[in-house]
């Protein structure tokens, strides 16, 4: 998921987060922490008491970047998922380079193409 929130302080006036998660029944919450251990520890796992889910989530652009993105670079994923994972990793990558700092670059990384 790529998070754009109005930032109004900023340069370009808008803050870009990027975010690896997904979310389990609450009762598969010890699943997701062996999924943690196998990205190296990467990211964060919880439970939503009052939703009934786990989640685990990752949203250290650095993370994503040394750990997600080279996994699925080696392990695509089928179907849909896999063009849009590679959307994901397109803005990510240009979050990475810094690109999403000015206003042309915001423009690119928020748009799907």
């Known amino acids: ?18 975010f690896f998660r997904f979310s389990l029944h609450k009762y598969d919450l010890e699943l997701l922490k062996l999924i943690q251990c196998y990205f190296e520890g990467a990211g964060n796992t919880g439970e939503s008491r009052t939703q009934g889910y786990s ?47 000015t206003e042309e670059g915001l423009k690119a990384t928020a748009s799907p193409y």
């Open 1 to 18: 998921m790529i998070s754009i929130i109005k930032a109004p302080r900023l340069s370009v006036r808008y803050r870009v987060k990027a």
């Open 55 to 101: 989640s685990y989530t990752v949203s250290s652009l650095e993370e994503i970047t040394k750990v997600i993105i080279p996994h699925f670079d080696k392990y695509p994923l089928i179907s849909q998922k896999h063009a849009d994972y590679l959307l994901f990793r397109k803005a990510v990558m240009r979050m990475k380079n810094k690109e999403h700092l």
